[in-house]
Structures are given as C-alpha cells and as structure tokens.
C-alpha cells in the first residue's frame, strides 16, 4: 500500500522544475483551481447527513474569503457559522 | 496572447534560492498555517484508528500504516475493505485509485518548488496530501521559500497524524463512538479559502463550476478519490481550451 502510494506521490516530481510545454504548462496552471472546487465539493458531501448545516454556513464563510482573504479568518469564522447552523437545524 | 502569470514557475525565480536565513521562517509559517486543521486531523485520525481496531489491526499496525501510508481516506478504504474480507489485490489497487490525484498534484506542486529543494523532491513526495498541496501552491509570500513552507505543513499534519493514530489505536477499547463535533467542516473551508482568492475573470470560475460540478456528479457513482482525479482534469482541460479575449 505505502509503494504504490508513494510511487503516485514521485511521479509528479519528475520534472524536477523544468518548463514543459506551453499546453501542458497552461494545464497545470488550472490545476490548483480545479483541485480546490472538487475538494471542497468533496467536504462538502452535497446531499448527505447535515449538508444544509455546511451549505448554510459557507455562504457567509465565502463573504469573509473574499472580503477579507485571510485563511484562518475563513477557517474560523466559517467554523463559528457551522456551529450556528448546528445549534439552528 | 497574454500568458497568465499568476501561477508561473518559481524555480525560475532567483530570489527565492539567494535567501539561506528564511529557511526557518517559510517552516515557521507552514506550521502555524496549517495549525487550524490539525485540531481537525486529530479527531479524525483517532476515529480512523478506532475503526482500524474493530476491523482487527492490532495497534502497532495501524500506526505503522499511518507512518508510511499517510493517507486517510486511502487508509479508510482499506479498512473498509479488509473489514469486508476483501483480498490484498483489491486493497492494493483501490489505494492505488484513491491516490493517483497525487500524480497531478506533483506535477502541478513541481514548478513551484526550487530545483534544489531542500529536503529533496523524493522526501518532499512522501508527505503529499490534499491540504499540503493546496496550502503550498497557493502560498504567496515571496520572502519565504515553497520548499520549508510546504515542509512545516507536512510535518504539522504528518506528525499530528502519526501521533494521534497511535493515541487512539492505544486507547481504542476505552473509547465509545466517536463524535468529532463536525470538525471535519474545516476540510471544505480550507479549499473554499484557498479557492475563492484565486477566482478573477471567467475563465477560472468555468474551471470551478466545471470542476465542482463533475465532482458532485461523480460522487455518485465512484470512490472519492477517482471522483476528484476525473474532475481536476475535467475542469483543468476545460481551462486549457478555453479562448480568452485579450
């Protein structure tokens, strides 16, 4: 299990920092975004157990991540918001 | 054509390799980064730890998984099936599955690192995660270094991982049903912190929705982890046809 893992985690390195080309390059630029959206739609879990607690909480969380872009003020607040929800649903 | 810049190479950046005295300081700031969702890595670690013991592992080999795995959700599955007497082969490529968004993440994560990262790339790998990769590559302050940021976040999850595996493995028999006070919660709210400062202009909010979208539909029907590895490239693709008037 810890090779195959590892060997998923090495793979991507291969390119020890050297420009690839340009289309390749511009894919990877997207990737971070990418990512993010189908992470937190992960956590998320749209359609699970107390998904209206966490959709309801990261609207307001979303106005402090733009409004203020400052990551743990996000996390905080966000989870001050959750335990709202909780406490309303 | 105007390339965008925003995520451009930082090895070929000098700056970031002439400074030996913030080596410390980029590790500083991983660790104080990510400190926020080690109170979520606890719980969760405990919790997987507990289901390891009712599956039958013995304490010694779930930390031992954690040490060098280091993968939850991967680590999950594998419980999962094991419990459900599933043989080594399919656990084996059900990791394999599960983890194979690491590949992209090493791809992507690569161009940001300096080309004598310290510690190496092959040292650098074992500790790739979600949140690693995501706090790395969307760090912005240019007088630390990628290399020692990505390192404090990896050891702050790594060792509250290994540790709090070992804490709950220890005491699995004490311990009832796990409530984890939805901390888990702070998983989303990391990606949506980190994705939401990145979204300027019509392009990358395509990528989002795109993304999103594919991954609540996938979720459906698949495991997680290939879930998330079709939609990064869904919406990663998406990204690169996409005609910008500039």
Known sequence: MAVVTYATRIAGFAAQGRTLPDAIERFLACVPIAAFAALLATGMDVGSAGSDARILAAIPAAFVALRFRKLWLTLASGMVFYWITNLVL | ?246
């Open chain 2, 1 to 246: 054509m105007e390339r965008d810049t925003t995520l451009t190479s930082r090895a070929l950046d000098p700056d970031t390799t002439t400074r030996p005295d913030t080596y410390a300081t980029g590790v500083r700031a991983g660790l104080v980064t990510v400190g926020p969702l080690l109170l979520a890595v606890s719980p969760f670690s405990v919790a997987m730890a507990v289901a390891a013991h009712t599956a039958g592992f013995n304490p010694l080999e779930t930390v031992m998984m954690s040490a060098f795995v280091f993968a939850g959700a991967a680590q999950m599955a594998a419980i999962s099936l094991y419990a459900g007497g599933a043989g080594i082969l399919t656990i084996v490529l059900t990791t394999l599955l599960i983890n194979l968004r690491h590949i992209i993440y090493g791809l992507s994560l690569d161009r940001h690192l300096p080309v004598d990262a310290r510690p190496p790339r092959p040292v650098l790998a074992f500790l790739l995660i979600d949140e690693s990769y995501g706090l790395a590559v969307a760090h912005r302050a240019p007088k630390t270094r990628p290399d020692a940021f990505y390192l404090g976040v990896s050891l702050g999850m790594y060792v509250t991982f290994v540790l709090f595996t070992g804490l709950g493995a220890i005491f699995a028999s004490l311990i009832p049903e796990i409530d984890r006070i939805g901390l888990d919660f702070i998983f989303p709210l990391v990606f949506m912190g980190l994705l939401l400062p990145l979204l300027s202009g019509a392009r990358k909010i395509a990528i989002a929705l795109v993304s999103g979208a594919l991954t609540m539909i996938l979720l459906q029907v698949l495991d997680p982890g290939v879930a998330i590895l079709l939609a990064i490239l869904g919406g990663a693709t998406i990204g690169t046809m996409w005609k910008e008037n500039s």
